[in-house]
């Protein structure tokens, strides 16, 4: 099979490329990224002498880049997306240029190349927020951020696609990733690094927002089983089944690196931030047999110790990034 892989230098699309190959040496991977600032060619080093893999750096809003890496394939994984709520609350303009635009960019191509599959990645984040209780697929869409509305849009348009020219196409939405080489604004390598490097964390809020937890090597093994078996037109959840408020997840991060509450300083609370997500991933476990592997106590140990065993890889993207 070949395969177009968008934003795959990135922390989900790279863990994707390397276990893709690690299973199937004789795939065939293109991998499409920009590499912007969070995106990292490097991740993409341990399968760079795979005979299968092409790297090429391009925008996926450029469509003459897009409509060559598009010949020929069999299938798309789209990864590539601006995905970080606080930068999309400073200015939405890049979101709603890649997440919308550059996602029409690719359906346009793929239904002109007739690509067998699109595989959608998506977020929980576009059903806004829930008290209790978990969404399924059927659930009404009510993002409150610049970017899960820009993730909401490329949805539609996505299962547009599908239903206008028969486009094969299926939408997964995840819960919140972790993982070795995600980039370090997010919370779980944020507050790592920084608690490393004898820094304080900051906490929004009183910590009470609830999010699950779901390793990245999970998301990728159900990735894979839509891929492979999912139903054109369908939306998946993809889940971790690993509930924690952010109050917890800060003593747990704390506890790992042997550092005390005076590390964490309070912070006020992100605008419009969600207090709870909450996904049922019963319809892709039950379809397609998914069940997440990696129990969060030890997915955490083994993150925190990647890190800490890692910080020529990260200690870099932190400082470009003006994290220090």
Request: hydrophobic share 35%; glycine share 10%; proline share 4%.
């Amino acid at each position: 099979m070949r395969i177009l892989v968008t934003g795959g230098a990135g922390f989900i699309g790279s863990e994707y490329v390397r276990r893709r190959l690690k299973f199937d040496p004789t795939a065939r991977i293109t991998v499409l990224d920009k590499l912007t600032y969070s995106g990292v060619e490097a991740n993409l080093a341990p399968v760079a002498e795979y005979p299968g893999y092409t790297f090429v750096r391009g925008d996926i809003c450029d469509p003459d880049v897009v409509d060559e890496v598009m010949a020929g394939q069999d299938a798309v994984v789209h990864f590539a997306a601006e995905s970080h709520v606080d930068r999309s609350i400073d200015g939405a303009g890049p979101f709603v240029r890649t997440n919308v635009m550059g996602t029409q960019v690719l359906l346009d191509a793929a239904h002109r190349h007739r690509v067998g599959r699109f595989v959608h990645v998506s977020t929980d984040e576009v059903y806004g927020s829930i008290g209790e209780g978990s969404w399924t697929e059927e659930c009404s869409l009510a993002p409150n951020s610049p970017y899960s509305a820009s993730k909401a849009g490329s949805d539609l348009l996505a299962l547009a696609y599908h239903r206008t020219h028969g486009l094969d196409v299926v939408v997964t939405r995840c819960t919140n990733n972790y993982g070795p080489y995600q980039f370090p604004e997010k919370v779980i390598p944020l507050f790592i690094t920084n608690l490393l490097d004898g820094r304080t964390v900051p906490l929004y809020g009183d910590g009470r927002n609830m999010r699950d937890w779901l390793h990245v090597s999970d998301h990728c093994q159900g990735i894979d089983l839509v891929l492979h078996a999912g139903g054109a037109g369908e939306v998946y959840h993809i889940g971790g089944g690993s509930e924690l408020s952010n109050h917890k997840l800060t003593g747990l991060l704390l506890d790992a690196v042997g550092a005390g509450w005076d590390r964490v300083e309070h912070v006020a609370d992100r605008k419009g931030h969600d207090l709870r997500y909450s996904l049922d991933d019963s319809k892709i476990r039950e379809q397609l047999g998914y069940a997440p592997q990696v129990d969060f106590a030890e997915g955490l140990a083994a993150t925190v110790s990647w890190y800490d065993a890692h910080r020529s890889w990260w200690s870099p993207l932190k400082e470009r990034a003006g994290f220090r």
